[in-house]
């Protein structure tokens, strides 16, 4: 009978010393590296101060009352243009189908989430009630259409509506 044998360095206490410090660093290491790419993609909070955001929700309560006794139709239609841009068009009427004219008209593409991609489209009058405007950065997804329109220095029109952006 034969029996083999090969001599192999024994197992010290310092070699499993350097193999608990290596793995144990290498765990370390990655839960550092993860918990440094989470706080790096945090979008942030929704808004700056909930107090604040309370005290003037009675105040959007009662303009969107005023709102509502206005019966305006307001249709708006987004489409995606060449390199990620966005036309928005908007037709305001008022109740007895005229055309609302003279108002400011604001928009806003907000990612739901993640605040960092939101985008302002500035629209202008190009004819009595039709308000355009563009905005760039617009890449396909869900997407917050946010509008308000202002008379006088004061909102007299506020939505808020979910869209999808296909390619």
Known sequence: MSSSTTAGRPLTGRAVLIMLVAFFGVVIGVNALMMRFAIDTLPGTDVDSAYRAS???????????????????????????????????????????????????????????????????????????????SAEGILAGQWNLVLEGDAGGKRVFRSRNRVVLGD
Request: net charge positive; hydrophobic share 35%.
């Open 55 to 133: 005290l003037a929700y009675e105040r959007e309560i009662q303009a969107a009352h005023e709102q509502d006794t206005r019966h305006w139709r307001v249709v708006a239609r987004i489409e995606r243009g060449a390199a990620d841009s966005a036309n928005l068009r908007v037709v305001a009427r008022d109740s007895k189908g005229a055309p609302l004219t003279g108002l400011d008209f604001s928009g806003r593409l907000e990612r739901p989430a993640d605040k960092r991609a939101d985008r302002t489209v500035t629209l202008t009058e190009v004819e009595a009630g039709i308000y355009k405007g």
